[in-house]
């Protein structure tokens, strides 16, 4: 009985390295699941940072809702408004095809961060059974 214990120690232990080993090798430094910030997102899809020349369009961008895209329909054209931060006085401005690539990159990032992460924590015995069963064990 022992020995069943102590091996199954070492198998719960080699199996917390491995997922530690495995976090520290997709870590956010740097690689495809780091997560961006909604400005690189938005430079990434092709909108161009906006820095209002007067005093009413000053006060127009301090209207707009903080980290939200805003739809502008002006002369049958459309475009679309980010203020990322709500102390600039600066906006993102990017057309129709920007603002389509910034929901792609924007949904790629979601999907990757939602996959990398553990969604709960358990302490099961038969998850441990499967482990130790597809390792040859058992």
């Given amino acids: 009985m022992g020995s069943k214990a102590g091996w199954l ?13 495995a976090g520290c090798a997709t ?3 740097g690689g ?3 997560s961006k910030s909604q400005a690189d997102l938005l430079k990434d ?3 161009k940072m906006h820095t209002p020349s007067s005093p009413d369009k000053v006060a127009y ?8 895209v805003v739809m502008n329909q002006h002369q049958d054209k459309v475009f679309y408004l980010v203020c990322t931060d709500p102390d600039s006085q600066q906006c993102f401005l990017g057309d129709k095809a920007a603002y389509q690539r910034y929901q792609q990159l ?3 990032q979601s999907l990757a961060e939602d996959q990398h992460k553990v969604s ?3 302490w099961d015995p038969e ?3 499967m482990w130790t069963d597809a390792h040859g064990g058992g």
């Fill in 61 to 68: 961008v301090k209207t707009l809702p903080a980290k939200k």
């Fill in 45 to 47: 899809a092709g909108f």
């Fill in 9 to 21: 120690f070492l198998m719960l232990m080699a199996l917390i390295i491995a997922i530690l080993s």
């Fill in 27 to 29: 870590g956010p430094a």
């Fill in 127 to 129: 998850a441990l059974q």
């Fill in 106 to 108: 924007a949904i790629q």
């Fill in 32 to 34: 495809p699941s780091a």
């Fill in 120 to 122: 709960e924590e358990r």
